[in-house]
């Protein structure tokens, strides 16, 4: 059984950086798309940044150039950089993982973290 745990998150005023990290259990970072989500209240979860089983990753339009992610394998660990952050981008944020090579759908993964909150508000 895989698990996901999130951690990081908290109140950011804007323009302000967060790291997110995301620690898994059991190696499975050789194989498997890891990706970041986030949600706002009342709206659907939405892609942030994917990172695939090659280690290439995909962000979301409104995050290219302030958001990047990587991989640690020792730590078996993704972690999420938010740079520049906006008040839009509060929510909770949640990291998920499918043994598969590239997986840009929330509903195709198979392993959800239990998400964290990160607010960003003066």
């Known amino acids: 059984q895989v698990q996901l745990v999130e951690s990081g998150g908290g109140l950011v005023q804007p323009g302000g950086s967060l790291r997110l990290s995301c620690a898994a259990s059991g190696s499975i970072f050789g194989t498997y798309t890891m990706g970041w989500y986030r949600q706002a209240p009342g709206k659907e979860r939405e892609l942030v940044v994917v990172i695939r089983s090659d280690n290439s990753t995909v962000s979301a339009d409104s995050v290219k150039g302030r958001f990047t992610s990587r991989r640690d394998y020792a730590k078996n660990t993704i972690y999420l950089q938010m740079d520049g952050l906006k008040p839009e981008e509060s929510g909770t944020y949640y990291c998920?993982?499918?043994?598969?090579?590239?997986?840009?759908?929330?509903?195709?993964?198979?392993?959800w973290g239990q998400g964290i909150e990160v607010t960003v508000s003066s």
């Open positions: 998920a993982g499918r043994h598969i090579s590239y997986c840009p759908h929330a509903h195709e993964y198979d392993h």
